[in-house]
């Protein structure tokens, strides 16, 4: 009785073992899937950013694109808050006004993430220190610049709200 009760242990012993190993190894496949399918998204995610700006190319008295999307975790030395990154926009914008200047400022852009959550223009962009956070755009004016946005880590940037 004594060495069956033995038996039994060792054998529920390697269950556990087998048991913990294909829980790695599960862990790893699915870690591994879940990176590949992010960067596909993040991908995709770009495109629709860059259409969306193609959309308002032709609208209203100004147009926007959009050069460049790059997320990171620091912005001129700062690291972001814990949880949340910095995503930014190198983009061209030019006045189509004729006569008038148009007016901007901060509020006029918002980066909608995967969330639907949107978020405001950080004045730290490169943008609006060069300029201030409102300001004028002279007609047939065109601005090269960045505007960089916070959002939450797991978030991607979707789309540009521009409105004034």
Same mark, same amino acid.
């Given at each position: 009785?004594?060495?069956?009760?033995?038996?039994?242990?060792?054998?529920?012993?390697?269950?556990?073992?087998?048991?913990?190993?294909?829980?790695?190894?599960?862990?790893?496949?699915?870690?591994?899937?879940?990176?590949?399918?992010?960067? /596909? #998204?993040? @991908?995709?995610? *770009? +495109?629709?950013?860059?259409? $969306?700006?193609? =959309?308002?190319?032709?609208?209203?008295?100004?147009?926007?694109?959009?050069?460049?999307?790059?997320?990171?975790?620091?912005?001129?030395?700062?690291?972001?808050?814990?949880?949340?990154?910095?995503?930014? /926009? #190198?983009? @061209?914008?030019? *006045? +189509?006004?004729?006569?008038? $200047?148009?007016? =901007?400022?901060?509020?006029?852009?918002?980066?909608?993430?995967?969330?639907?959550?949107?978020?405001?223009?950080?004045?730290?962009?490169?943008?609006?220190?060069?300029?201030?956070?409102?300001?004028?755009?002279?007609?047939?004016?065109?601005?090269?610049?960045?505007?960089?946005?916070?959002?939450? =880590?797991?978030?991607?940037?979707?789309?540009?709200?521009?409105?004034?």
């Amino acid at each position: 009785m004594l060495e069956s009760q033995v038996e039994d242990r060792k054998r529920r012993r390697k269950n556990k073992i087998m048991m913990t190993v294909r829980l790695i190894v599960y862990s790893g496949a699915l870690l591994v899937l879940v990176v590949m399918l992010l960067s /596909l #998204r993040s @991908t995709e995610l *770009s +495109k629709t950013l860059g259409g $969306a700006f193609e =959309l308002l190319q032709n609208k209203g008295r100004i147009a926007v694109s959009v050069e460049k999307l790059v997320e990171e975790r620091e912005l001129d030395g700062v690291p972001a808050e814990s949880g949340w990154k910095y995503v930014r /926009l #190198r983009l @061209t914008i030019t *006045s +189509k006004e004729e006569e008038e $200047a148009v007016a =901007l400022n901060r509020g006029c852009f918002q980066l909608v993430d995967s969330r639907k959550t949107k978020h405001k223009a950080l004045a730290a962009s490169p943008f609006f220190k060069a300029r201030g956070t409102s300001f004028d755009l002279k007609p047939g004016e065109q601005i090269q610049s960045e505007l960089v946005f916070s959002i939450p =880590l797991m978030a991607k940037a979707s789309h540009l709200h521009f409105r004034r």
